[in-house]
């Protein structure tokens, strides 16, 4: 079984420059959620997705930050523009419900000159 | 607000002992659910074991056990039997209910070196 898809793996642009980040969850997984991990730092929750529906989305800097999950499946987060502090890596993760264990993908690291 | 605590930036252990990494929470829920992830430097996050406040036994998977003592609110992970491949990030998470259920809180981490 596939495990949940990220690219692209590393990112490298310049600031006020836009970019995005794609995620495919493990196939049959309603929810979806991306992360924000700064160096040395635990993830912190952007947003997370039950099926297309963003249900918790309230770490999610609304400025600059966007996302989307059109079809339920998978899921595009773009930063426009992006800012020298965006330099992260972005996890995305999925499971089979809320109670679901997560699983994450390998992540995209962002580095912003 | 739910937080998790880490202690130990670092550990060092050498092969084939056991080493305990900490992890405090603070909750006034009654229900929650703690985990731990492996992140290695290739920076994927694998699942280790998860331990429900309600559950009396103490979690095991494999060589990892999880130290659950509820009223000291501590979950530590116990490695039994370390290898050069358990050098990794570890992190400890709580599981949040109420409006934001399914939301992962991670602590800051810790990174493991084992020694051969």
């Known amino acids: 079984e596939a495990g949940v898809v990220q690219s692209p793996r590393y990112k490298i642009i310049e600031k006020k420059q836009p970019v995005a980040f794609w995620c495919n969850p493990i196939?049959?997984?309603?929810?979806l959620y991306w992360y924000l991990q700064n160096l040395g730092q635990g993830p912190e929750l952007l947003i997370r997705y039950e099926n297309e529906e963003a249900v918790d989305d309230s770490q999610l800097p609304k400025d600059r930050f966007s996302a989307e999950r059109l079809k339920g499946v998978d899921s595009t987060l773009k930063i426009q523009p992006a800012e020298l502090g965006d330099s992260a890596v972005y996890l995305c993760?999925?499971?089979?419900?809320?109670?679901?264990?997560?699983?994450f993908g390998p992540g995209t690291r962002l580095t912003v000159l | 607000a739910q937080k998790i605590t880490q202690t130990q930036p670092g550990m060092f252990v050498q092969e084939k002992e056991a080493v305990t990494l900490d992890c405090t929470y603070d909750?006034?829920?009654?229900?929650?659910?703690l985990f731990w992830y492996k992140q290695p430097s290739s920076g994927e996050m694998i699942f280790l074991i998860y331990q429900g406040s309600y559950d009396e036994q103490n979690a095991t998977e494999g060589r990892y056990s999880l130290n659950f003592q509820k009223a000291r609110k501590s979950a530590n992970l116990v490695i039994s039997a370390s290898q050069l491949g358990d050098s990794a990030m570890y992190f400890c998470?709580?599981?949040?209910?109420?409006?934001?259920?399914?939301?992962?809180?991670f602590g800051q981490g810790t990174i493991l070196t084992v020694h051969p």
């Open positions: 998470a709580m599981r949040e209910v109420g409006t934001s259920y399914g939301k992962l809180t």
């Open positions: 909750t006034s829920d009654q229900s929650y659910g």
């Open positions: 196939s049959g997984h309603n929810t």
């Open positions: 993760a999925s499971s089979l419900g809320l109670a679901g264990e997560q699983f």
